[in-house]
């Protein structure tokens, strides 16, 4: 195990954790758009505690009062990815999850897989 190497991944991540807080109200207003609604008032971004990070993403709870449902606003961690070092793979990553979805809602329907509802790139590219 590399002790220095795992301290500066829970840093940036830590750091990557304070930049989205930073945008919750782009975020509400993200989801606000990808679902339709006219207005991000009734979207609440969760408590920073409730948010799910794995290996390669951050997943923040969003929950929508006027569907009385709670939908996951799902960021790649660049810097888990080597994006700084490999430019691309960020995109690289939604592109393939995004294919790999459609792929599978279409070929394989027994298959549960979450609701893609939108998706996009870092150069501001974005599909609702």
């Avoid at 795992?6 to 930073?22: P, S």
């Avoid at 606000?32 to 920073?48: D, F, K, Y």
């Avoid at 960021?75 to 995004?98: F, N, Q, R």
């Amino acid at each position: 195990m590399d002790l220095i190497r795992n301290a500066e991944e829970r840093k940036k991540t830590e750091d990557f954790d304070n930049y989205l807080y930073q945008q919750i109200d782009a975020i509400r207003g993200l989801v606000a758009h990808h679902l339709g609604l006219s207005s991000s008032e009734h979207c609440i971004v969760s408590p920073r505690n409730q948010w799910i990070h794995g290996r390669f993403n951050a997943c923040i709870p969003v929950n929508i009062q006027s569907l009385s449902k709670t939908v996951l606003f799902r960021c790649p961690m660049a810097h888990m990815l080597a994006e700084s070092i490999y430019p691309g793979t960020v995109d690289e990553k939604i592109s393939c999850e995004v294919a790999t979805y459609a792929w599978i809602q279409e070929h394989c329907s027994e298959i549960s897989v979450p609701h893609l509802i939108g998706f996009g790139f870092m150069d501001g590219r974005h599909v609702s």
